[in-house]
């Protein structure tokens, strides 16, 4: 962490107070709990203005004196940790059959996680839903409403970063054209953040996944739809209209069917096996999950069909890699996750067709991925949020 210096007379002392504030808060959040004489030593300040800032964060209740210590001795020192219910940060994951939903505090710990049955209900409806979840989530928690710092939404489309309009979207009746975040933000009243439900998984990933710690991949998720999130150098490529990773479009116009989800590949085996009707345990109408279970269990035909699924997958990923050079693509999605049989093709497909193949992974989060990213979302504004509206002491 970059050393702050007092700068020479023309420094706004404010400012730098701020600035040693910040510094200090950040350090304790990322290594409690720490003593004085730690901070000091981690961030280069002096250890009469670390006290002076510790005083400043302890009063604005974003700081408190640590329950315990670090293992070993400890000869007197004082240890301090981040209070991680200074704010609460609401996430959702809205689908087609479900609204997942989860509350976590400052340190990202979940402190309580519900998921509701949405199928069939439309936009008006799904407002409803996400008020009551809301209500639930924090009742289970047993906090206070009033520290919730804002919401974030996972939605199946594209968002107008400006209009809090959703497009492309036609998993959820009604949701098309609508202006759903300024709905929601009156219905809650907090603020609502919207984003595609792909970015989000591909930023969960990214904060608790496979991805941590890789500052350029994508996410390709392969279920009843198909959509990328890309990151790149750290951060979310969301694109001039926030289409970015919209991969249905990525190739128009070949002659081909080059689509992996659920219902192309269901019609894909239907096709090949009324063309040469194949020994197979399999039934029309193919359902993909049932292929996937044929395939494990040694079924030849379904076997076929999913190393068909490996190369509409790979496919796919190939202009994403040329173009970007992303180190690593994540699979999620209903079919993506099915990396047993999926890996290892697509892997082999993409080091035979490009010079740099991105490592292929599945996702460890699953299902869990998109409201993974929306706390994560979430989180980072949150601690913004507390440190520049804390209570500040008067200069001295």
């Not at 010079?355 to 990213?373: F, I, M, N, R, W």
Request: hydrophobic share 50%; with cysteine.
């Amino acid at each position: 962490m970059a050393r702050i210096e007092r700068p020479a007379a023309a420094a706004i002392p404010p400012l730098l107070k701020d600035l040693n504030e910040r510094t200090v808060l950040e350090t304790i959040r990322s290594s409690a709990p720490l003593s004085r004489a730690e901070i000091s030593r981690l961030v280069g300040i002096s250890k009469p203005t670390v006290s002076l800032a510790i005083q400043s964060l302890v009063e604005a209740g974003l700081v408190r004196e640590a329950a315990e210590g670090p293992d070993g001795p400890s000869y007197g020192a004082v240890f301090f940790e981040p209070v991680p219910d200074a704010a609460l940060v609401l996430g959702f994951d809205l689908g087609a059959r479900f609204l997942r939903g989860a509350i976590c505090d400052l340190r990202g710990a979940i402190r309580a996680r519900l998921d509701v049955e949405v199928a069939g209900s439309d936009a008006a409806s799904v407002l409803d839903v996400i008020a009551a979840l809301r209500d639930q989530l924090v009742e289970t928690a047993g906090l206070s409403d009033a520290l919730i710092d804002g919401v974030v939404v996972g939605v199946p489309g594209v968002v107008d970063e400006e209009s809090g309009r959703i497009e492309l979207a036609t998993s959820v009746e009604g949701l098309e054209g609508i202006a759903f975040r300024p709905a929601l933000r009156e219905r809650l009243e907090l603020p609502v953040t919207l984003e595609n439900d792909v970015n989000l998984a591909a930023l969960g990933e990214q904060w608790q996944g496979v991805a941590r710690g890789v500052d350029d991949f994508v996410f390709l998720s392969i279920g009843t739809g198909m959509g990328a999130g890309l990151v790149l150098h750290g951060e979310l490529h969301r694109g001039r209209h926030g289409a970015a990773g919209e991969v249905d479009f990525a190739l128009v116009g070949l002659a081909q069917d080059v689509d992996p989800c659920a219902g192309a590949i269901s019609t894909y085996a239907t096709r090949v096996a009324a063309e040469r009707t194949p020994v197979t345990t399999l039934q029309a109408p193919f359902d993909s999950r049932e292929i996937f279970a044929a395939a494990r269990a040694g079924d030849a035909f379904a076997h076929e069909i999913v190393d068909e699924v490996a190369r509409r997958i790979a496919l796919h990923l190939v202009p994403i890699a040329a173009v970007s050079d992303v180190s690593l693509a994540v699979l999620g999605g209903g079919l993506g996750a099915n990396g047993d049989l999926l890996l290892r093709p697509v892997r082999e497909l993409l080091a035979g067709w490009i010079p740099y193949p991105p490592q292929v992974d599945v996702s460890s989060l699953g299902e869990a991925a998109v409201l993974t990213g929306a706390l994560a979302v979430g989180l980072r504004a949150a601690l913004d949020n507390v440190f520049v509206g804390r209570p500040r002491r008067a200069a001295r």
